[in-house]
């Protein structure tokens, strides 16, 4: 009688927690720290933020209570998600035996077939959840409301219009420039503050300071050119840069990590990863991939972020 190596594997709840986080957390963003993640978040959760005056007033024998605390609350609400998607074994049979043997750059070995299908498949959804975190569309099928999507509806974010034409190495002096003076003073001296960027905006102010906009030597920073930058990190006006891979091409956020939010349930009981071997039961070579899983964004207090768009 032959033998069947079964591929199905299942887990769920907090045992598909690291599944899951190893597909959502992975991404740019999250994987390099750049917001603050809240990992158990059940169905949704208040954000509070508090505000105060200048609570220091001159001394007297009395109590008087005349400075104020605000409290501003704004709710963040996961949403449901869930991959569905079919695989045939011999498309990736090849690369798996490639790594089992060693003739691979991947330093980690996953510990089996249907691990390393998992592996295949966390990579797209985390790429996808990047996408979703800045420009995500709640309307959109497989996505949820990004931050650029909520800012533009929020009346307290400082929202400044992209220069006509786009950012280039000749204009993205002034643009940052731009953000940065949109930024309030007490803002500016926080050490949590970021300028998070799209990709063309990088690329732009990396080509600037190698000595293609005016106002910069003809070979840029220590005569290199572009050689100066090797993926390193960028600041501006003593703002820390972040590239964020998911935002849309000309776009800028300043705001404070702390201010900027992701939300899943990794140890949500709705949580669920399964590999399927469809050998088992219509006798083809085809794996069936399945997860569920949650995911949103949000922010606490409007009135500290700007958003160049």
């Given at each position: 009688?032959?033998?069947?190596?079964?591929?199905?594997?299942?887990?769920?709840?907090?045992?598909?927690?690291?599944?899951?986080?190893?597909?959502?957390?992975?991404?740019?963003?999250?994987?390099?720290?750049?917001?603050?993640?809240?990992?158990?978040?059940?169905?949704?959760?208040?954000i509070?933020?508090?505000?105060?005056?200048?609570?220091?007033?001159?001394?007297?024998?009395?109590?008087?209570?005349?400075?104020?605390?605000?409290?501003?609350?704004?709710?963040?609400?996961?949403?449901?998600?869930?991959?569905?998607?079919?695989?045939?074994?011999?498309?990736?049979?090849?690369?798996?035996?490639?790594?089992?043997m060693?003739?691979?750059?991947?330093?980690?070995?996953?510990?089996?077939?249907?691990?390393?299908?998992?592996?295949?498949?966390?990579?797209?959804?985390?790429?996808?959840?990047?996408?979703?975190?800045?420009?995500?569309?709640?309307?959109?099928?497989?996505?949820?409301?990004?931050?650029?999507?909520?800012?533009?509806?929020?009346?307290?974010?400082?929202?400044?219009?992209?220069?006509?034409?786009?950012?280039n190495?000749?204009?993205?002096?002034a643009?940052?420039?731009?953000?940065i003076?949109?930024?309030?003073?007490?803002?500016?001296?926080?050490?949590?503050?970021?300028?998070?960027v799209?990709?063309?905006?990088?690329?732009?102010?990396?080509?600037?300071?190698?000595g293609?906009?005016?106002?910069?030597?003809?070979?840029?920073?220590?005569?290199?050119?572009?050689?100066?930058?090797?993926g390193?990190?960028?600041?501006?006006?003593?703002?820390?840069?972040?590239?964020?891979?998911?935002?849309?091409?000309n776009?800028?956020?300043?705001?404070?990590?702390?201010?900027?939010?992701f939300?899943?349930g990794?140890?949500?009981?709705?949580?669920?990863?399964?590999?399927?071997?469809?050998?088992?039961?219509?006798?083809?070579?085809?794996?069936?991939?399945?997860?569920?899983?949650?995911?949103?964004?949000?922010?606490?207090i409007?009135s500290?972020?700007?958003?160049?768009?």
């Open positions: 009688m032959a033998t069947t190596n079964s591929l199905t594997t299942s887990y769920s709840g907090e045992f598909a927690g690291q599944y899951i986080s190893a597909a959502l957390l992975s991404g740019s963003t999250l994987d390099n720290g750049l917001i603050t993640v809240k990992p158990n978040i059940k169905f949704q959760e208040v509070k933020k508090v505000a105060s005056d200048d609570i220091v007033k001159d001394s007297t024998c009395d109590f008087d209570p005349t400075s104020t605390l605000t409290l501003t609350e704004r709710i963040i609400t996961p949403t449901n998600q869930q991959v569905n998607l079919q695989l045939c074994k011999k498309d990736f049979q090849n690369d798996w035996d490639a790594i089992s060693g003739y691979s750059a991947f330093d980690s070995l996953p510990t089996s077939f249907a691990d390393f299908l998992i592996g295949h498949v966390s990579s797209k959804v985390a790429q996808r959840t990047e996408q979703s975190i800045w420009n995500g569309a709640a309307a959109t099928a497989g996505q949820f409301g990004g931050f650029k999507e909520l800012m533009l509806a929020d009346a307290d974010v400082t929202d400044i219009g992209a220069v006509g034409g786009g950012v190495s000749g204009n993205v002096i643009q940052l420039g731009a953000v003076d949109a930024v309030g003073s007490s803002l500016y001296t926080s050490d949590d503050l970021f300028i998070y799209s990709q063309n905006v990088a690329r732009a102010y990396v080509r600037a300071l190698g293609f906009a005016t106002n910069v030597g003809a070979a840029g920073i220590n005569s290199d050119g572009t050689q100066w930058y090797t390193g990190t960028l600041s501006f006006d003593g703002v820390k840069l972040a590239v964020a891979n998911g935002l849309a091409d776009t800028m956020v300043a705001a404070e990590k702390t201010n900027l939010y939300g899943t990794l140890l949500s009981d709705q949580n669920e990863v399964k590999v399927i071997d469809m050998a088992d039961i219509d006798g083809s070579q085809n794996v069936r991939i399945v997860m569920r899983f949650t995911a949103g964004v949000q922010y606490g409007g500290d972020i700007v958003l160049y768009s």
